[in-house]
């Protein structure tokens, strides 16, 4: 064993060690798709007297805290996002209503002296004129009182409890302590009411709540003038229940906010579901890499079966590197960690068929010389493909947010993974099977003495596939005006995500007919309700946003027709984030497209880099107007996966342009043409080998995955087909024709007959 292949192999191990003892000791975290609870984001608002700046949203923050914790929610999330939004992650609280109820309350608490019954002509609720402080409120029983400005606020309590009194009869109510100057406040409060007449107006004192009079009791009868109530506490009365009474306590320990904030955003899914979605993905990932693992067996053998050695490897470096970093696998990014499997069996697959080039063309004598130039050969397409995947993701984390970003961080996670496994574990297994003795006198054995299936054909027919480009581009124009037309007659249904609504799912006890609830929510009175199939036996509903008495509405109405149903998501998107969050889309669709033609035109020529973005192009419309036509709702899940298969579509084009450029340097050749078509027919075998494993690991996640990954799958078997297609009968004749014309002539009409 030479020396760099032994500082590989110590370094594989110490990952690997690493590894595993961080898988072991660390759980990943798991997103509320995955476990189950309720997600609520909140906008802080400015007001006349505050501005929603930074440190006010800090401030808030840490109240949210207090309030949460006095849930007795366990395992709570409260992040700030940007200066005005905070995410607040409950896991197991499936009673969203109450939950954002305690959370958007601005709990202002203020005691006021009671000057009076208001006067006829007194507004309610506003302050009177002429009287600063001063205002009118009605109190818990509707009768308007005038207020005078308050005399203390939620700031002089130190503590306030739920309590119930059985034997005094006053039910349960809240108990409030002052601490500080609020006790000499509230002593000068009360002796101040205790002057007036027992049953004079003025003689009550007003708790007030957010603007609402929540209890206004007379001071007892007991009180001496000027002297108030000195032990520095009082009773909240006012019929409450024992929900309203702890709720009412926790407002006033927690504080006020110092800014209202406004729901934009509230997810709930079922713990049922989410249960379903691990296990329906875990299924996808044990299937769809064991059919992956089969594959390349039997494409290449013993390489083959170290390579799935290797993705072994890979699953257990990404799961310790999600665990490490703190990252929050959701159920889009459980699909990327699925995803990424197959996109690890690239890199091995370019190696491979690299290695066997060599050893066809008798440039190497050894299995282990062929690999080792496979390696050094196949590094700039490894490095340009994974480099493209990791700008999509990088795009993913900075312009999406939720579930979308946490994609991108496991698809970040994964290429990075996926390089480390294919250039060191594979390198180290696939060298050191290569040196043995029985390996060395059975070439054969490893896979690589073969030229394999699609070689083999290529070589023997010898194609000219770019013979005529213009036909393969009228081809492609055909395909992407059918697809575009989908745009144009049926449109982009965008998603709740994008448009804001409410979208909630239900498991019913046996399929139902949509059409039915549909016409029962028109009848009902939401005729735009979108009714569709959720799985086998479930329904999903999106609407116009609802306030809760119509959700409830929906509920029942659904039921009627449908029967016993459960609710397992609920999801409720603000217009104003639902504007941004499309705004966001299509600037991460621009950025992404540009960021790609940038640093292809930095790797390549223009005239490459320039073809690649065409079919980038080309792949996103089709996806786009496929969706179009199937009804297929554009949200957030669907951008994961458009990101995706641009950087699918890139990596083959990618892969493509590296062998170009390569023949291209060689010089003396071919004509352009025969330069590409050379370059195709060498790299079609990698193509189609590349395409099979990443179907197989897509296809389980589309048959396994569920009704959540249903359309994400099937955008990526679109767009991987899609794809696999437009670099090489796109991209190519693209490239073929810029070239004629930067160099003012016509593409050449003959292609080049293969070479290995």
């Not at 909140?42 to 930074?54: F, I, K, M, Q, V």
């Not at 066809?360 to 010389?369: D, T």
Request: proline share 5%; hydrophobic share 45%.
């Amino acid at each position: 064993m030479n020396r760099s292949l032994r500082v590989r192999a110590l370094l594989a191990l110490a990952v690997l060690a690493l590894s595993l003892y961080v898988a072991a000791t660390v759980p990943v975290r798991l997103g509320l798709d995955l476990r189950g609870g309720t997600q609520i984001v909140l906008e802080t608002r400015s007001t006349p007297t505050a501005d929603a700046d930074s440190a006010a949203t800090d401030r808030t923050l840490e109240v949210l805290r207090g309030r949460i914790d006095a849930l007795g929610v366990a395992e709570p999330t409260l992040v700030r996002s940007g200066d005005h939004r905070i995410i607040v992650e409950l896991p197991g609280v499936q009673d969203p209503k109450k939950a954002a109820a305690v959370l958007g309350r601005t709990a202002q608490l203020t005691f006021h002296p009671v000057l009076g019954a208001a006067q006829d002509g007194d507004e309610t609720s506003r302050p009177l004129p002429k009287r600063p402080g001063q205002r009118v409120l009605p109190d818990e029983s509707g009768t308007p009182l005038r207020l005078g400005p308050a005399s203390l606020t939620g700031e002089d309590v130190e503590e306030a409890a739920a309590r119930f009194d059985q034997q005094g009869g006053a039910g349960w109510h809240v108990t409030v302590g002052f601490e500080g100057a609020g006790r000499d406040d509230w002593a000068r409060l009360t002796g101040e009411a205790a002057c007036k007449a027992p049953g004079d107006a003025a003689r009550r004192v007003a708790i007030v709540l957010d603007d609402k009079v929540i209890s206004s009791p007379q001071v007892d009868p007991s009180i001496a003038c000027g002297t108030g109530i000195r032990d520095g506490a009082t009773q909240i009365t006012g019929s409450f229940s024992p929900e309203e009474a702890r709720e009412l306590s926790l407002l006033i320990n927690g504080g006020a906010l110092p800014v209202p904030v406004e729901t934009v955003e509230q997810r709930t899914v079922g713990p049922t579901l989410g249960a379903q979605a691990i296990t329906a993905s875990a299924w996808a990932a044990v299937i769809g890499t064991a059919l992956t693992s089969l594959f390349i067996i039997v494409v290449y053998r013993l390489l083959g079966a170290l390579a799935a050695l290797a993705l072994t490897c890979y699953g257990l470096v990404s799961y310790a590197a999600l665990a490490a970093l703190g990252a929050t696998l959701t159920l889009p990014g459980l699909a990327g960690f699925v995803l990424a499997i197959g996109m690890a069996v690239d890199a091995n697959v370019l190696v491979f068929e690299r290695a066997r080039e060599e050893y066809a063309a008798r440039r190497r004598p050894s299995i282990r010389s062929a690999l080792t130039a496979g390696f050094r050969n196949a590094f700039s397409a490894i490095a340009d493909s994974n480099i493209t995947t990791l700008i999509a993701a990088a795009l993913l984390f900075f312009l999406a947010s939720g579930p979308v970003r946490g994609f991108g961080v496991t698809l970040g996670i994964g290429v990075l993974a996926s390089m480390f496994s294919a250039l060191v574990i594979s390198r180290v297994l696939a060298e050191f099977a290569a040196s043995r003795p029985g390996v060395r006198r059975r070439p054969r054995l490893t896979g690589i003495a073969t030229t394999g299936a699609v070689r083999e054909r290529l070589t023997r027919r010898n194609p000219r596939l770019m013979r005529r480009p213009r036909r393969w581009l009228a081809t492609s124009a055909a395909v992407l005006v059918l697809a575009g037309s989908g745009l144009a007659v049926r449109g982009v249904d965008l998603g709740v995500e994008f448009t804001g609504g409410r979208l909630i799912e239900y498991s019913t006890s046996s399929p139902v007919d949509p059409g039915r609830v549909r016409s029962a929510l028109a009848d009902a009175g939401f005729p735009r309700a979108v009714v569709q199939s959720s799985g086998d036996a479930g329904l999903t509903v999106r609407t116009d946003p609802l306030t809760d008495a119509e959700e409830r509405e929906v509920t029942g109405t659904l039921r009627e027709v449908a029967g016993p149903a459960d609710k397992v998501r609920d999801e409720l998107i603000g217009p104003s984030l639902g504007k941004e969050l499309r705004q966001g889309a299509l600037i991460a669709l621009a950025v992404a497209l540009g960021a790609q033609f940038v640093y292809l035109a930095a790797r390549f020529r223009w005239v490459l880099g320039s073809a690649a973005v065409v079919a980038l192009v080309h792949d996103v419309v089709i996806l786009l107007g496929v969706f179009a036509w199937l009804g297929k709702p554009v949200d957030g899940v669907f951008l994961a996966a458009l990101l995706t298969v641009i950087g699918y579509s890139v990596n083959d084009s990618v892969v493509l342009f590296d062998r170009v450029r390569e023949l291209d340097r060689r010089g003396s050749g071919p004509p352009f043409s025969g330069v590409v078509n050379q370059a195709i027919l060498q790299t079609l075998p990698r193509t189609v080998n590349t395409g099979m494993g990443a179907a197989f690991m897509l296809t389980a996640l589309a048959v396994l995955g569920g009704s959540s990954l249903t359309d994400f799958a099937l955008a990526l078997l679109i767009g991987l087909a899609v794809g696999t297609y437009s670099s090489v009968f796109t991209a190519a004749p693209v490239a073929i024709g810029l070239h004629a014309r930067s160099r003012g002539g016509k593409p050449s009409p003959e292609g080049a007959a293969v070479t290995a």
